[in-house]
């Protein structure tokens, strides 16, 4: 499906599409640097009930009705100066959201070419939380309501840090793992400064609830468990993605199922892992779940899977 004619519906807010390098005219196209191995759609819509409006402004691309905002931003990110480049970014973001009047980000995907380029401090990912953590220590709460969030590595993607974002008026609620430390308390062995997300995110809209959940991998504790073993990861993060599900569940809330699941995304590092996983996940799923493939490199070296979700539920 060309991603381009759908944009002639007024009430799209996105589309998102698996290309790089491709011309994203459109402020309310949101091309993905990663390339799509298999799945549902190659395309994924987003549709507004409310008026959409849209526009191009400092150097982001955005649409937004009366209640949520969706932009993009693309930076340059060389290796020495990813820190910097992060922190200008995160920067931006927050100066960008707060001037829209939609201050809270809710859901945010980071697409970072070569993440796991240099080493030890030095590697880029690690350089970008760090980053990441100098812009958001400046504002209120900065470091503790945190977004839900992806960061997944591209490649031949000029060096570009690529960022899309969901944000709100109101932050919503923060879901941890009680399985997995908090990312940002994570230890000192992962990096200078601690990945700033959370596991997941409820928002409460007027006709449904969503859950935006965050990346999620073979993480329990703060360790990587079944290095080398893609199976084994899966069915832990499958774990994980279980217990964040039952997190979700309080006194006032019956939270949210697998049966809410309206798009999940599946990340491999190695294509020669696509047949095993997509093995485990159909003998999981419902067979109408919309499930996209795609290849791209996890945040820690050692990890080869990850999982990220979005669960509607109707009020
Ligand atoms: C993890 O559990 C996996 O740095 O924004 C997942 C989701 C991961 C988001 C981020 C990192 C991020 O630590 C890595």
Redesign the pocket.
């Known amino acids: 499906m060309a991603a381009k004619s759908v944009l002639d519906d007024s009430s799209v807010l996105g589309v998102f599409q698996f290309a790089q390098g491709a011309a994203d005219d459109d402020a309310r196209l949101f091309s993905i640097p990663l390339e799509f191995l298999e799945g549902t759609g190659r395309v994924d819509v987003l549709h507004s009930a409310l008026p959409v409006e849209h526009g191009t402004q400092d150097g982001f691309g955005y649409a937004f009705n009366t209640k949520v905002l969706l932009a993009k931003l693309r930076v340059e990110m060389p290796a020495a100066g990813a820190e910097a480049q992060a922190y200008e970014a995160y920067r931006r973001i927050h100066d960008f959201i707060n001037a829209q009047g939609y201050p809270h980000p809710l859901r ?1 995907w ?1 697409y970072i070419d070569d993440i796991n380029r240099g080493e030890g401090d030095d590697e880029i ?1 690690k350089l ?2 760090v980053g ?1 953590a100098r812009a958001l220590q400046e504002l209120e709460n900065g470091e503790e309501v945190l977004p839900a ?3 997944i590595g591209s490649h031949d993607n000029d060096g570009a840090l690529v960022i899309h974002l969901l944000a709100a008026h109101s932050p919503g609620i923060q879901i941890e793992n009680p399985r ?1 430390v908090s ?1 940002f308390q ?1 230890p000192r062995q ?1 990096g200078i400064r601690s ?3 959370s596991r997941a995110r409820v928002m409460h809209w007027p006709g449904n609830s969503h859950l935006y959940l ?4 073979s ?1 329990v504790g703060h360790e990587t468990l079944h290095a080398g073993d893609c199976r084994a990861q899966l069915q832990e993060c499958l774990r994980n993605v279980d217990t964040i599900l039952k997190t979700t569940a309080t006194d006032q809330d019956a939270g949210f199922t697998h049966e809410h699941l309206r798009l999940l995304r599946v990340y491999l590092r190695n294509r020669g892992d696509l047949d095993t996983v997509k093995a485990c996940l159909d003998a999981r799923l419902p067979k109408e779940t919309p499930v996209e493939y795609l290849l791209g490199d ?3 070296q050692d ?1 080869l899977v ?1 999982l ?1 979700g979005l669960y509607i539920r109707p009020a």
């Open positions: 945010l980071n990912y970008f939380c990441r969030a992806t960061a997995q990312a994570y992962y990945p700033l997300f965050s990346g999620t991998a993480v996890i945040c820690r990890l990850e990220e």
